[in-house]
């Protein structure tokens, strides 16, 4: 039997991060989301959207961004979220 | 008590008449609030025609004269404001462009700038300091040359100009054109309305009138300026009455919506304009912690327009700011176009707009508004609609069938309105004014119906998206898509869908493609997406690949968008997994 796989916390959140993305976002679950991927200059993200993120990232995660903080070169990507959540944890 | 000074039977001719009033009588009130990042500004109406007069100085030196086109390219603010007024006091034509926003693609944003100032002969271009060196460049080579003027330098200047110099001059008559609003956001289809001096002021009377604006109310906006909406309720209306305005940016708010709800408390704002998703967004988007104290008892309108007007999201807003004193009475609906200048017309501003529950076959199928009784609504499939009010004064509706004829109460059919606001034309666009002004009335494409007095709308005869307020036109998405390689050229379609939770339109796009590759599908998913994206500043929310011939085509060829929604909603929307 293979040994579970236990996921860093890292990518726990890098998975519940992308999976809130494709189903709430851009409502299509099979959708090839990288990580590196813009989101906001890339169209997937709206700057409603955005705010709604955050609304998620703080509720889940329990790491609070500011409004000012929520701008597309802040944001664009899920390393870049990702990181920016890390800081605050 | 004071009276409004523009009322049903008392107007000024122009719009700098009623400048030279307010310096004269209002120079110590307050005219404008500005809620900025680091705190707020407060403008009278002494500086505030101060820093028109500047930007009017620096026009004339630029050499613009009356009737020149002004196009505004700036950041909402300060220096937007006064110059849509330096302009208006030189009597040139003002008219505010989008502001570029994260999203935009900067060459195609410039694109869009060259084809209006080509396209309309516009004489000098306003630009934030960030954007002046490259819209130089993008704007070059154009015949007649156009200036670009870079608010810093307006700023700067001293150049001796008096404010009552200006106010004291004539440039304009009440039939010349004020300023210009762009109809849609739509590049290859823009269309400047003409609104004259004398409709812009019959409009703020009327309008005036059926909201009873009263000098003790206080406008608080964070709408966009290139919009009716936000151009008329949220600027010139305040500003021509005497009434403080309390503005806040479209950017600012849409990351930090708060901002506007203690804007309100702070100012004991009474009238508040919005597009119906912000009642969606403002009701499960601001964090109970963030107004902890609020008190929005000062409203007495909260005034839905520009989008189509749902009950639901009416019931979420009041569901949960009726605990910080929001009154239920407060709620109200508008209808409005640009070609009215604004308001079309307006719910009683002392009791929530009425309801109507009809009949869904009836309404689908056989264009009829028929009431369902209070008995029958269990078993009878029901839509309910939420009425925009009556018409306002000097405006008259009728509701007209194919052939444009009228129809009789709770026939549904396109409507036609007929006012002393109306615009005078779409700027160097006769085909376009043609076909839409016949005999002194002006054919909206909205479709829906009267009754007991009241306007409900039902539908567009065109197949505009309105997405948070936006509008956008699907011929300008699909054209897009046309040289995107792995998609059929012209086999794309655009629509859009109701998304319940944000009370606005999702853009969706079907695309035909032969590739069943998975990385090139996904490559092409995200050139469509990004292309929207940096175009038009809204977002695809689904994008859906399909094989050749899935989509439905007219009898004459071309993709069917109604026909193709609908078995999108039906094959792929319907079949996604429950949303939370």
Known sequence: MAAPVVLSETEAVRDQLRDYIKTQMVKDPTYPLKDDEPLITGGLVDSFSLVELAVFIEDTFGARFDDPELTAENMNTVNQILSNIEAKL | ?580
Request: aromatic share 8%; proline share 6%.
């Open chain 2, 1 to 580: 008590m004071p009276t409004l000074p523009i009322t049903l039977n008392r107007r000024p001719a122009t719009l700098i008449e009623q400048a030279r009033w307010l310096y004269r009588e209002r120079a110590g009130s307050t005219a404008v609030v500005l809620v900025e990042h680091d705190g707020e500004r407060r403008l009278t109406y002494g500086a505030f025609f101060e820093g028109a007069a500047r930007f009017a100085g620096a026009l004339a030196a630029c050499g613009v004269q009356p009737g020149d086109l002004v196009v505004l390219v700036l950041q909402h603010g300060e220096m937007a404001l006064a110059g849509f007024w330096g302009a208006l006091l030189l009597g040139a034509v003002p008219s505010i462009f989008p502001f570029l926003s994260d999203k935009l693609d900067r060459a195609r944003y410039f694109d869009s700038v060259r084809q209006l100032v080509a396209h309309s002969g516009v004489r000098l271009v306003i630009a934030s300091p960030d954007l002046e060196s490259a819209l130089r460049e993008r704007l070059a080579g154009i015949e007649p040359p156009v200036t670009v003027l870079n608010v810093d330098e307006v700023i700067g200047t001293h150049n001796g100009v008096s404010v009552q110099d200006y106010l004291n001059r004539h440039p304009a008559e009440a039939d010349a054109t004020a300023f210009l609003q762009h109809s849609s956001g739509s590049t290859g289809l823009q269309k400047g309305v003409m609104l004259s001096h004398r409709a812009v002021l019959n409009h703020v009377a009327a309008y005036s009138a059926a909201i009873r604006l009263a000098p003790d109310d206080v406008v608080a906006s964070w709408l966009p300026l290139y919009h009716d909406m936000g151009l008329i309720a949220g600027f010139i209306m305040p500003i021509l009455q005497g009434i403080p305005l309390v503005l806040m940016s479209p950017f600012h708010w849409v990351r930090d919506p708060k901002i506007l709800l203690w804007a309100i408390h702070e100012h004991r704002a009474t009238l508040c304009w919005l597009p119906n998703f912000a009642y969606n967004f403002l009701a499960t988007r601001v964090r109970p912690a963030a107004i902890h104290g609020l008190d929005l008892s000062s409203l007495r309108a909260v005034i839905n327009c520009s989008e189509p007007v749902y009950a639901e999201s009416h019931r979420a807003f009041l569901e949960q700011y009726a605990y910080y004193g929001l009154r239920e009475s407060a709620l109200a609906t508008c209808y409005a176009m640009a070609e009215n200048t604004f308001a079309v017309t307006q719910s009683a501003p002392d009791a929530p707009p009425p309801l109507d529950v009809v009949d869904r076959r009836a309404l689908m199928e056989d264009r009829l508004a028929v009431p369902v009784d209070d008995g029958l609504k269990p078993i009878v499939p029901t839509v309910t609609l939420v009425s925009c009010g009556a018409p306002i004064p000097n405006c008259q509706i009728q509701v007209v069938d194919e052939q444009r004829h009228a129809l009789p109460e709770r026939h549904i059919g396109e409507i036609a309105l007929r006012s002393d606001s109306m615009l005078s034309g779409y700027y160097r666009r006769p085909d376009a004014t043609a076909e839409v002004m016949a005999d002194g009335w002006y054919y909206t494409g909205d479709m829906g119906y009267l009754a007991g007095g009241e306007l409900y709308i039902t539908g567009r005869k065109k197949d505009l998206i309105i997405v948070g307020g936006k509008n956008v036109y699907p011929q300008d998405i699909e054209n897009l898509l046309n040289d995107i390689p792995g998609l059929h050229p012209g086999r794309a379609v655009a629509f859009g869908v109701f998304n319940e939770t944000l009370g606005t339109e999702d853009i969706a796009i079907v695309a035909e493609t032969d590739t069943d590759d998975l990385d090139a599908r996904a490559d092409i998913m995200r050139e469509i997406r990004a292309r929207v994206a940096q175009s038009t500043d809204v977002t695809a929310r689904y994008v859906h690949l399909v094989e050749a011939k899935w989509l439905i085509k007219t009898s004459s060829g071309k993709v069917a968008r109604r026909a193709n929604r609908e078995r999108f909603i039906e094959a792929v929307l319907n079949r996604l997994p429950e949303q939370r």
